[in-house]
Structures are given as structure tokens and as C-alpha cells.
């Protein structure tokens, strides 16, 4: 299973890190992902993924 949002998609990011000399190295950005649970099965979500679906859980 790929690092991958299953709700939202949202995968990895690349950014370039900087050292005191200014050498450039290339850095992969993980999501914060965990398991939770959504319609009954167990899925790998972003933290922000469930944190909205809590939110809206909470005000329905």
C-alpha cells in the first residue's frame, strides 16, 4: 500500500533542504498518516482527513 491518503490522495511532497554552506539536498515530505476507521473499514487517513470528518461527525 502506497503513503497515500485514502480519502484525500494526498501522497509526499519534495522540497530542497539548505546547509550552513548552502548545499542543496533534495527531502521527501511524508503525510501524518494513520489508521482510522471510516463506513467500517480500516483506512490509512491523514491527520487533517480526521480531523475534518470528526468535525463534521460532531456537528451533525
Request: overall charge positive; charged content about 25%; some cysteine.
Given at each position: 500500500?502506497?503513503?497515500?491518503?485514502?480519502?484525500?490522495?494526498?501522497?509526499?511532497?519534495?522540497?530542497?533542504?539548505?546547509?550552513?554552506?548552502?548545499?542543496?539536498?533534495?527531502?521527501r515530505?511524508?503525510?501524518?498518516?494513520?489508521?482510522?476507521?471510516?463506513?467500517?473499514?480500516?483506512v490509512?487517513?491523514?491527520?487533517?482527513?480526521?480531523?475534518t470528518?470528526?468535525?463534521?461527525?460532531?456537528?451533525?
Open positions: 500500500m502506497p503513503r497515500m491518503c485514502a480519502i484525500c490522495g494526498k501522497t509526499y511532497s519534495r522540497t530542497i533542504k539548505r546547509s550552513h554552506s548552502m548545499r542543496a539536498s533534495i527531502v515530505l511524508k503525510p501524518n498518516l494513520q489508521y482510522a476507521v471510516f463506513g467500517g473499514k480500516r490509512k487517513a491523514c491527520a487533517r482527513c480526521i480531523k470528518k470528526a468535525k463534521a461527525a460532531k456537528a451533525a
